[in-house]
């Protein structure tokens, strides 16, 4: 009697644990949707991008059955470290020239799967509404590091500010290679987390999007917005190995008409320079 006991016993333990493991297999199957996690980290850093997710992607996936967790990074170096250890699932807070630099530079296996909706470098002032009533000589506040301070100068010539020599005009441009500056503005490379702070000691500011959103900066108030070339669009970056997965189904939101409509409704996103594949309005 006491072994059939110990038996009893031993199948009531073993029943248990397959029970449990059961129950752990079925968890497996419902924390997956397609091959994707139903729930979902997406790494972002302060600015716009959060928001576009939050507002016009997160209800798209809401609706598939998908859960979105927002971690948010103080740089945009732990971001896709964080994407390429698997800790988060997608990123969106780079552009595609950012991203081929990680991966060459850093090993990382990560993809870009389809660019976004980006706010370009505004040019703001609070004591001018057009350069035309910038005096002379005046201070202009640029990025300091050297790819904003290339496309900060860019904008300036393309403003017609200053022209730059033809040689690396399409470059990392320098305040080394004005060619001509008939007003004569200084311009003034500043940390660009600064610039917006910095408008009531300088006559001009050229901000990048997400400091100039950051701080409340009205874009239709601007004396220039940057019209954003395509690798520099920011992009949703996922792991190589899921860019058939959760890339697909990021891309396949972002690219819906529901996505678009949303966007183009929402007043926020007007002075965003839409992607190449963004539809032309009829």
Not at 151 to 162: C, D, N, S, V, Y
Not at 254 to 260: C, D, I, K, L, R
Request: charged share 25%; with cysteine.
């Amino acid at each position: 009697m006491k072994f059939l006991s110990k038996f009893a016993k031993a199948t009531v333990v073993g029943a248990a644990i397959l029970s449990l493991v059961g129950c752990g297999e079925e968890k497996k199957d419902v924390a997956t949707i397609d091959g994707v996690p139903a729930h979902i980290k997406v790494g972002v850093v302060p600015g716009p991008y959060r928001g576009m997710i939050d507002k016009h992607i997160k209800p798209i996936l809401e609706k598939k059955g998908f859960t979105i967790e927002f971690v948010e990074f103080t740089d945009y170096v732990q971001p896709d470290a964080a994407l390429d250890s698997g800790d988060i699932d997608v990123n969106l807070m780079q552009h595609q020239k950012y991203l081929d630099g990680m991966v060459e530079n850093q090993g990382l296996k990560l993809v870009g799967v389809v660019n976004v909706p980006t706010l370009g470098l505004g040019v703001f002032s609070d004591k001018y509404k057009t350069f035309d009533e910038v005096p002379e000589g005046s201070q202009i506040g640029i990025p300091t590091d050297a790819v904003n301070l290339s496309r900060a100068l860019k904008i300036a010539q393309t403003l017609g500010l200053i022209t730059l020599k033809t040689e690396n005009s399409e470059q990392k441009a320098s305040i080394a290679d004005i060619d001509s500056n008939p007003k004569n503005f200084k311009f003034v490379p500043m940390e660009a987390a600064q610039i917006s702070r910095s408008l009531d000691s300088i006559e001009v500011g050229f901000i990048p999007g997400n400091y100039a959103y950051a701080s409340g900066m009205d874009y239709s108030k601007a004396l220039g917005v940057e019209a954003v070339s395509e690798p520099i669009k920011n992009v949703v970056a996922v792991a190589k190995s899921n860019e058939n997965t959760i890339g697909k189904l990021f891309k396949d939101a972002f690219t819906s008409e529901e996505f678009v409509s949303s966007i183009e409704a929402d007043s926020e996103f007007n002075a965003f320079t839409r992607p190449a594949w963004w539809p032309v309005k009829k």
